[in-house]
């Protein structure tokens, strides 16, 4: 297994930035902070371009996804940058067909019904497909220059699979799951392409300047644990094996709390956590080789700015100074969050200090 301080990352700037120096398992002066959903529509910045673009037209147009990714961490000062794009832009990449309808979220039009479709999936270079994000990645850090370090990301495979079979977003994940217990040859199928196409996509933002990546498996918790390490866990470490080691990797997913046992076995050097756990309980469980990101909840935002500073202050005393948190949300920023408020956070863990 890698530990925190194995992982020797090229071009790193570990010594200057705190996010990488977490990453690395180093003692920081003060906790880094970013926050996922940074960059979204609960900036000006952002609906303004949005008045005149769609959400896929922004992803795809590496200028302006590079200027959503650069305003909104200059605004906020937040020590990492995650690059403008989304986790479903690969299954547009296979054909899939994907929109957005207002309202909605995402649609995707051809969903995966058979092992037939499975098998009629396009046999594309990811990395090749999608170099547009490598390009976005590119302009971030020439106009952010050196010392924020730029964050690319994928969707996991449990979670993209879970889009391609129910055509959308989803409560109950009637139709992954009936997928993966009918068919679960299939199933296999599908996250073994899903991890190939991941890897070579995410090694392709390394290449092109990422100096983290960061896997979200937003809906992962909907798995039993059971389900979790027969149809998930080993698609998820073969991907996480075939990751550029130029990198560090996160694996983040929410309501993960009965499956944190079992994230003990990824070689990511981060786990992301949702705040339906403590910190530190979260982390003795996951173990203290890896470092852990998280965990406010996104709600939070919406209160006075004591009670952000409370909150804020409680997860930073959990980590107890210990290397290796970064501090996050436990969720993405929601629409209607005030900035201020989401400015105020960000300088609150900036200015505390570690023991
Ligand atoms: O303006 C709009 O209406 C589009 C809203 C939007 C934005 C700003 C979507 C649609 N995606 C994004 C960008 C995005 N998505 C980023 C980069 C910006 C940043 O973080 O600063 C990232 C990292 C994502 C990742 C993403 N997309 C996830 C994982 C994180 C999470 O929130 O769980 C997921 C699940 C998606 C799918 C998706 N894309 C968009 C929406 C509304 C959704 C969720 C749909 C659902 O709830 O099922």
């Known amino acids: 297994m890698t530990t925190l301080k194995d992982t020797q990352i090229k071009g790193n700037k570990a010594e200057t930035n705190p996010f990488l120096q977490a990453m690395a398992g180093e003692k920081t002066k003060q906790t880094p902070v970013w926050l996922m959903r940074q960059a979204g529509r609960y900036m000006k910045v952002y609906r303004d371009l949005k008045e005149k673009w769609g959400f896929l037209e922004l992803c795809h147009n590496p200028e302006l996804a590079a200027t959503v990714t650069t305003d909104a961490a200059k605004a906020l000062k937040v020590d990492a940058a995650i690059i403008f794009a989304d986790i ?42 999608l170099s547009y994000v490598g ?3 590119k302009n971030t850090i020439h106009n952010l220059g050196p010392s924020i370090p730029v964050i690319g990301f994928a969707g996991a495979p449990f979670t993209v699979a879970s889009y ?11 139709k ?18 899903l991890v190939v196409h991941t890897a070579s996509y ?3 933002q390394v290449a092109s300047g990422a100096s983290v990546v960061q896997l ?26 075939s990751i550029s080691k130029d990198a560090y990797i996160v694996y983040f997913g929410t309501q993960t709390n009965g499956l944190l046992n079992q994230f003990r076995e990824l070689d990511a050097h981060t786990i992301g956590v949702d705040w339906r756990i403590d910190l530190d309980t979260a982390w ?12 406010l909840d ?42 201020d408020n989401v400015k105020y956070l960000v300088e609150v863990v900036q200015s505390y200090k570690n023991k």
Request: hydrophobic fraction near 40%; glycine fraction near 10%.
């Open 88 to 129: 479903l832009l690969i299954l547009e990449a296979l054909d899939l067909g994907l929109h957005f309808e207002a309202g909605e979220g995402p649609v995707i039009e051809k969903p995966i019904k058979s092992a037939e479709d499975v098998i009629a999936l396009p046999d594309i270079d990811a990395g090749q497909k």
């Open 135 to 137: 390009q976005s990645i």
């Open 164 to 174: 391609a079979i129910e055509g959308g977003g989803s409560r109950n994940f009637e």
């Open 176 to 193: 992954a799951k009936s997928f993966m217990y009918h068919q679960s040859d299939a199933w296999h199928n599908l996250m073994d392409k």
């Open 202 to 204: 995410l090694n392709m």
């Open 216 to 241: 979200f498996d937003s809906w992962v918790g909907a798995l039993s644990p059971a389900d979790f390490k027969e149809f998930a866990l080993p698609h998820l470490k073969k991907l996480i094996a």
């Open 284 to 295: 003795n469980i996951i173990g203290h080789n890896k470092g852990i990101q998280g965990n």
């Open 298 to 339: 996104p709600v939070t935002l919406f209160a006075d700015k004591e009670t952000i500073k409370k909150r804020a202050i409680e997860i930073l005393d959990k980590a107890e100074g210990r290397p290796g948190h970064i501090f996050n949300l436990g969720h993405g920023i929601l629409p209607q969050t005030p900035v």
